[in-house]
């Protein structure tokens, strides 16, 4: 990997829930537009909450005293100046906005992670693409997931597999060569002595079984990446990344991350709204 290229550790949670969301190829996003916003605006709310920065006291969030420079120091500004304190769903509601969402993908091509790609349309229209440019950053993210839900990386031999050089288990054991007439076999006792109906044969280890294989246990994992679990389960690409998940065991993970939840409330009252519009 090159040096200058980010590590997944690098990426801040609306970085790396936006790198997971956005097509390698094509460099559209994976969801409808209102649901990327949406969840975006919580991935600044809880990196905020990773970073000490803001906290839920009781309904309300609430900034902290101090914090280390981030990224969104905008929008902890916007959150210590309110005179009065909102819920964190009416925070992710004053934060989603096409701006960030542009600001966030811009600030991941700066680090060449991503490409800006430009185009028009007759002349007057202007969109806006960006595929992927380096994969480590991505590949890194979806492999502390996969560990933090029990999966195995891709790739991998099946936890069954036996050795390539292993022989079937129903395979017949070899033939062993003919002895010539009255010839003791190695090992055997000479014709007329007597042996112990409990003697072994000389240097012989009786075989033993081995014991079962344990079954793989998923790392516990850091808060960050839990964070990033959370938000991709609240906007729905949980369960597109990883069919094969537990989902019980991804909404034990993040039941208690109240970011994620305040996107769930928010994108369940939009939905509602549209359902009503088309209606």
Known sequence: MNAVTPKAEDLSLPEAFLLLATNDKDGEPELPLYVLRTTLAGAILAELDLLGAIALEGKHVKASGTAPESKFQHELELIREKPRPHTPKRWVSILEGRGEVQRVYEGMASQGIVEHIGEKHLGLFKSTRYPEKQHAPEAALLQKIQAALGLKPSGAAPLD???????????????????????????????????????????????????????????????????????????????????????????????????????????????????????
């Open 161 to 279: 597999a036996a050795p390539p050089d292993a022989a079937p288990l129903d395979a017949a054991p070899p033939e062993a060569p003919a002895m010539p007439a009255g010839a003791t076999p190695p090992g055997a006792a000479p014709a007329g002595a007597t042996v112990p109906a409990d003697a072994t044969l000389a240097g012989a280890t009786p075989p033993t079984a081995a014991p079962p294989a344990a079954p793989p246990v998923a790392a516990p994992p850091d808060a960050r990446t839990t964070a990033l679990i959370a938000l991709l389960q609240a906007a729905g690409l949980l369960i597109k990344l990883f069919p094969e998940a537990d989902q019980d065991r991804a909404v034990e993970l993040v039941k208690n991350h109240w970011p994620s939840r305040a996107v769930e409330d928010e994108l369940r009252l939009i939905r509602l709204g549209l359902a009503e519009a088309a209606s």
